[in-house]
């Protein structure tokens, strides 16, 4: 069956051929693979803010779905300044101080320094967030995380990465690769704007997949159509996504992700003021402060590699095995530790803080043994005692199964 099923707001003309040619060549691009790395994370920003109250119905002409996805993947916005409100409840318990002590920790773990922005951003995993983004081409960008009397930004200019976290007073620099060159996102498995999360959701539109026109709304003033994206499988936690798409420019305004479970948005983004004109040339200046930290990226001029913490290569260290089970909204990532699991929370093998883990979870059995379940309102993971691990924004019981028929 194709994957666009009857628009609530059919009736215009449909798309040229070519138009399939662009949804077979998204098809075979299309991946829906959990990184297990940081799979609390990757459920996080799939969506983002509580949502954003829509002003008024607009009447708009009618457009198909497949029309409404041609024109935002033909949206060619190259200038844009404004502020974007986000927030995620992905469900997970209050862990205070330990919580607190773990992002310390990750923010300072490559290089030392906490404003690198491999670990920064990933803070958007939790809690409501004001984000301010500004855009000049494709070597040109700044993103700016509002906190309570202190703003942490990352600016792409040219050839230069900076980072700044004015509550530490650190400054991270590093150099866009060539093979990069163009909008700069760090760390790239967490996007920050409405457009970046709809890219990423629009990879999995196939046929498991309901995409439908919603009706029409208005996000920051701006008039826009809602597409509505629904997997038509079981087993999926994903309720459904709806973007709200600029009727004039085809730039998304608004991504919100509700679980299939319901209640409020998981991850909810949206612009709470936009305007697609050029930035000031000063927006993507940056100078060091005077008496800033400045810590060199290990791909600039001069840099040298720090001599101790995690860096991105190490948690790859371990993906070499990954594999996937299933298609579309239900695929599971499937990887071997090679170690034994989690420990079992006697003094001999982790004590307290494995008891501690191990309530946080629930604990199965199966063909493949035992092991314990990790779940968020989004993604779930399964960790079996002898080092597999099974993860996807599937539900539990999809995630037993799925380790049962590998055994």
């Known amino acids: 069956m194709a994957p666009y099923e009857s628009d609530r707001t059919a009736g215009a003309e449909g798309l040229p051929d070519e138009a399939d040619d ?74 205070g101080g330990l919580e607190s002590g773990m992002l310390s920790g990750a923010t300072k773990g490559s290089g030392g320094s906490s404003a690198d922005p491999q670990s920064k951003l990933m803070e958007l995993a939790s809690g409501t967030h004001t984000v301010r983004v500004a855009a000049d081409g494709p070597d040109k960008a700044k ?74 709304a208005q996000v920051a003033g701006r008039d826009a159509y809602k597409l509505l994206i629904k997997p038509k499988q079981s087993g999926s936690t994903v309720g459904a996504i709806t973007v709200a798409v600029d009727a004039k420019t085809g730039v998304p305004l608004k991504f919100t992700l509700v679980p299939k479970s319901g209640g409020a948005a998981v991850v909810d983004a949206g612009f709470t003021q936009v305007a697609f004109a050029k930035p000031a040339a000063s927006t993507f200046d940056f100078t060091p402060p005077k008496g800033a930290k400045v810590t060199e990226g290990k791909d600039s001029k ?88 099974y993860a996807g924004a599937v539900t539990k019981d999809a995630l037993v199964k799925a380790a049962n028929a590998a055994h």
């Open 143 to 216: 993103v700016s995380v509002l906190e309570n009397a202190a703003e942490y930004s990352v600016i792409h200019n040219g050839s230069d990465v900076w980072a700044y976290d004015s509550k530490s007073n650190e400054v991270y620099h590093s150099t866009a690769p060539a093979a990069e060159k163009g909008r700069e996102k760090a760390p790239k498995d967490v996007p920050t704007t409405p457009k970046e999360l709809a890219d990423e959701a629009l990879k999995s539109v196939d046929d498991t997949t309901s995409v439908t026109v919603d009706g029409t």
């Open 302 to 389: 001069d840099s040298k590699a720090p001599e101790s913490g995690p860096t991105r290569g190490d948690l790859g260290k371990g993906l070499d095995g990954l594999k996937t089970i299933g298609k579309g909204w239900s695929t599971i990532a499937e990887f071997d530790t090679g170690g034994q699991g989690m420990p079992s929370g006697s003094s001999s093998q982790g004590g307290n803080f494995s008891g501690f883990l191990n309530s946080l979870g629930d604990h199965v059995k199966g063909k493949f043994g035992s092991g314990t379940v990790f779940s968020t309102r989004l993604v779930n993971a399964l960790i079996t005692d002898d080092g597999k691990v």
């Open 22 to 95: 662009v949804r077979a060549g998204r098809r075979k691009a299309a991946r829906y693979v959990v990184p297990v790395a940081v799979v609390g994370v990757a459920a996080a920003t799939i969506g983002l803010v509580p949502a954003l109250a829509d002003s008024g119905d607009p009447s708009l002409p009618k457009i198909t779905a497949e029309q409404l996805i041609e024109k935002i993947a033909k949206s060619d916005v190259q200038q844009l300044s404004g502020t974007v409100k986000v927030s995620t409840d992905l469900g997970l318990p209050s862990l």
